[in-house]
Nanobody, 127 residues
Framework: QVQLVESGGGLVQAGGSLRLSCAAS????????MGWFRQSPGKEREIVAV????????YLADSGKGRFTISRDNAKNTVYLQMNSLKPEDTAVYYC????????????????????WGQGTQVTVSS
């Protein structure tokens, strides 16, 4: 079955960095757009970053522009989220998701477009 397994979360001080990884199995990774979302208590799940199948197109939410980078390695079936200059407001559970029904260069932005989700990894940024 399909599995998305996130890793790399943890506790970091403000200004620090973390690199999240999401290892996928059970699906044709190179045919999936991949996204990172986050959710903090009392808030809706929000998009953080998306990368198209080939990696040729990316989307970053305003909250991460200039600080976050999304990338993927199709040979390793893994997508990454490099997060620099972290702020306390970045504290959330970060989820990896795969969208298998989309066009080649698409960067789907809605949670409804993603059909597979990981369990999430906690990121806590202390002030």
């Amino acid at each position: 079955q399909v599995q998305l397994v996130e890793s790399g979360g943890g506790l970091v001080q403000a200004g620090g960095s973390l690199r999240l990884s999401c290892a996928a199995s059970g699906l044709t990774f190179s045919r999936c757009a991949m996204g990172w979302f986050r959710q903090s208590p009392g808030k809706e799940r929000e998009i953080v970053a998306v990368i198209s199948r080939s990696g040729g197109s990316t989307y970053l939410a305003d909250s991460g522009k200039g600080r976050f980078t999304i990338s993927r390695d199709n040979a390793k079936n893994t997508v990454y989220l490099q997060m620099n200059s972290l702020k306390p407001e970045d504290t959330a559970v970060y989820y990896c998701a795969a969208a298998s029904r989309n066009l080649a260069n698409a960067t789907p932005l809605s949670t409804a477009e993603y059909n597979y989700w990981g369990q999430g990894t906690q990121v806590t940024v202390s002030s």
